[in-house]
């Protein structure tokens, strides 16, 4: 059975850190890269950053560029989204993806977790 499973979500103070963490079971997590995905209220599904087979952190929003980094543990086939800075506009209910190639487009992706919500307070 797939499963991507998202946690590390809560209420943190604008300026604050949070770490969430994206596990996956049931496909071979080798063959797939992650995409952070967020969501906020009223607004439609965007993508954050794709960690990609090579390492390297993908961003498909200029906002969190020098603050959000995406890694990978194989061990634990796991990727994480390290969130500093945060800001008021961060707040959002969190997603990771998994799919064969990087892109923006939610719909072109094959497994997706149940959500985390981060909530960044002004």
């Known amino acids: 059975q797939v499963q991507l499973v998202e946690s590390g979500g809560g209420l943190v103070q604008a300026g604050g850190s949070l770490t969430l963490s994206c596990a996956a079971s049931?496909?071979?997590?080798?063959?797939?890269?992650i995409t952070w995905f967020r969501q906020a209220p009223g607004k439609e599904r965007e993508g954050v950053l794709c960690r990609s087979f090579s390492g390297l952190n993908i961003y498909y929003l200029d906002s969190v560029k020098g603050r959000f980094t995406a890694s990978k543990d194989n061990a634990k086939n796991t990727v994480y989204l390290q969130m500093n800075s945060l800001k008021s506009e961060d707040t959002a209910v969190y997603y990771c993806?998994?799919?064969?190639?990087?892109?923006?487009?939610?719909?072109?992706?094959?497994?997706w977790g149940q959500g985390t919500q981060v909530t960044v307070s002004s």
């Open positions: 049931g496909f071979t997590f080798d063959d797939y890269v």
């Open positions: 993806a998994a799919k064969r190639s990087c892109s923006a487009y939610a719909p072109s992706y094959d497994y």
